[in-house]
């Protein structure tokens, strides 16, 4: 190759170049503005986000197949101290956002107090946060905690109209030590290729880990604690980079976000528990799993699914969801 020849391809390729830097320093700025890491609790939504995920992790260790006895008490006193905070920046403009984490504190001291576990510390301060907030703890009736679910109900919910499956859809947290077959795993497979893409591209894979692999995948994961092994099969969503051109740098998340939700819908028709588990990762971390786990580079890791045969009765995480009017502007 003559100097002429580098010298034309790197002209013929600067402004790509150009585009994706400039698309990088844009992301890069909104980051810094919008991330909820930054100048969390100056934010109200930032905030908000952070309790629910806060209140989440609450719910999720309820609704694990052994949780440890006592579990969860320093995470719920940071709850309950940044709750406090919450409501002396932000409880005139938004008192209603409480009722959801006050309800869970309240299903969460219940559920130790029925363990046998003395969790009277967390309890005044959650009497002395429901007083500071104006709400009587018989007012928190958010749905919230966990509830007892049947399989036998779930699949057959699962079967019936679009709203059913909906609505029946619950993240599962330990499954059964039976592997789901090849061949139901392949049916929802061919189902889930009936999802849309950019230009029907269809630029998504799946890869499928059984047993110890799955475990060692969800520990490098790590948003597993306490539940990991009890997954015993998983299936990691990506979508291919080469795909797409230098105008949609981020349309693989999104076809790869379709398909995987798709994937899931299809797994619990077929009467299967679901979790859907996040690769919301900083690159090094995923290119450290995909390494470890086989899946090229030029994939871009979307979601692992993790996925089995349900027990016939489950304790399930309720997740509460917000009404739509919070979450939806017509213009
Ligand atoms: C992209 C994504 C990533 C998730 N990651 C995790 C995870 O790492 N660990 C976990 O326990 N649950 C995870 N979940 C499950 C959510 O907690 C769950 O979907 C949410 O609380 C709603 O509950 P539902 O799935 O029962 O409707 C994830 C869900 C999504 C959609």
């Known amino acids: 190759m003559t100097i002429k020849d580098i010298a034309e391809r790197i002209y013929l390729r600067l402004p790509m170049w150009f585009t994706l830097l400039v698309e990088v ?44 006895k006592g579990f969860g008490q320093a995470k719920v006193t940071n709850l309950i101290n940044r709750l406090q905070k919450y409501n002396k920046r932000y409880g005139k403009e938004d008192s209603r956002f409480l009722l959801y984490p006050l309800s869970t504190i309240k299903e969460y001291i219940r559920y130790q107090e029925n363990d046998g576990v003395d969790v009277s510390r967390i309890k005044e301060a959650f009497d002395s946060l429901c007083e500071q907030s104006g709400y009587n703890a018989d007012d928190l009736t958010v749905s919230s905690g966990i509830s007892l679910y049947h399989s036998a109900d779930i699949i057959k919910d699962a079967k019936g109209d679009f709203r059913s499956l909906l609505y029946s859809r619950h993240s599962v947290r330990y499954f059964k030590d039976e592997l789901p077959s090849k061949e139901v795993i392949d049916e929802a497979l061919t189902l889930a290729s009936r999802t849309p893409s950019a230009c029907n591209r269809q630029a998504w894979h799946t890869h499928v880990y059984f047993g110890k692999d799955a475990h060692d995948l969800l520990d490098m994961q790590g948003g597993c604690n306490g539940f990991a092994h009890d ?30 939700q798709n994937l899931m819908n299809s797994l619990h028709y077929l009467g299967l528990g679901t979790i859907p588990l996040s690769c919301g990762f900083l690159t090094y971390k995923l290119l450290r799993i995909q390494k470890r786990f086989g899946i090229p580079e030029n994939e871009a890791m979307v979601a692992i699914l993790g996925t089995g045969y349900m027990y016939d009765e489950m304790n399930i995480a309720q997740s509460t969801r917000k009404p739509f009017t919070i979450t939806n502007t017509y213009h």
């Open 25 to 68: 320093l844009q992301y890069w700025c909104r980051l810094c503005k919008y991330n909820a890491s930054f100048r969390t609790d100056n934010d109200l939504h930032k905030m908000q986000y952070t309790l629910l995920r806060e209140n989440h992790v609450i719910e999720k260790g309820m609704s694990m197949k052994n949780p440890r």
């Open 231 to 260: 997954i015993n099969c998983c299936i990691v969503v990506t979508a291919d980079m080469k795909g797409f051109l230098n105008h949609e740098p981020f349309q693989c998340y999104i076809d790869g976000g379709l398909y995987a």
